[in-house]
């Protein structure tokens, strides 16, 4: 089983890597768990990828995300939405139209902000773009709010929230090996 993670902040001390975090620390044994650093993606351009121009890193994560069995995705709220670099990751995953990687891959949404409401928006807009994208997200996101209150040393301050995560990557990880 192969798990690729996706995460949407760069910022050091980033609330939602230590969301993605809490969510792969205890997995079953076999199952491999991949970061791509979403930084290094140019931004999506589709006369360059028509042309076969957007280069090896595009190649590299489009080829990690095909070898996936599923994903976790977490992005941040910026301006009320998606980061800039988790949208991207989406769009570059995305194509091209009817070969994409993304096609049919079960995906977890997560995010951690700081604004009560704002990770509902951020998962919403995940949701419709991973939707459209081809992928199959799973039917309940997870997402904390005023993120500085909600974690302590151990994971999330609510014990019972973090059960919950616990059993969203279970769901994600049943489909994901039947397929």
Same mark, same amino acid.
């Given at each position: ?10 910022? !050091? ?12 620390? $205890? ?21 360059? $990828?028509?042309?076969?121009?957007? &280069? !090896? ?33 989406? $769009? ?23 604004? !009560? &409401? ?22 309940? $996101?997870? &997402? ?36």
């Amino acid at each position: 089983m192969k798990l690729l993670v996706l995460l949407g902040s760069n910022r !050091p001390e980033s609330y939602n890597a230590r969301l993605v975090d809490l969510a792969v620390r $205890d997995l079953p044994r076999g199952v491999q768990v991949r970061r791509f650093d979403l930084a290094t993606l140019p931004f999506y351009d589709e006369a360059a $990828d028509a042309a076969g121009c957007m &280069g !090896p890193v595009v190649e590299a994560f489009r080829a990690e995300v095909a070898a996936a069995d599923a994903i976790v995705f977490a992005s941040p709220a910026y301006n009320g939405t998606l980061s800039a670099m988790a949208k991207n990751a989406i $769009d570059v995953a995305s194509r091209p139209r009817g070969m994409a990687a993304l096609t049919d891959k079960p995906v977890l949404l997560l995010s951690a902000v700081y604004t !009560p &409401g704002a990770e509902t928006r951020v998962l919403e807009h995940a949701r419709l773009a991973f939707t459209i994208a081809g992928a199959r997200p799973l039917g309940r $996101d997870f &997402g904390v709010n005023q993120h500085f209150q909600a974690f302590d040393a151990t994971g999330l301050v609510d014990k019972e929230r973090e059960r919950e995560l616990r059993g969203l990557v279970s769901q994600l990880l049943v489909p994901a090996a039947a397929a």
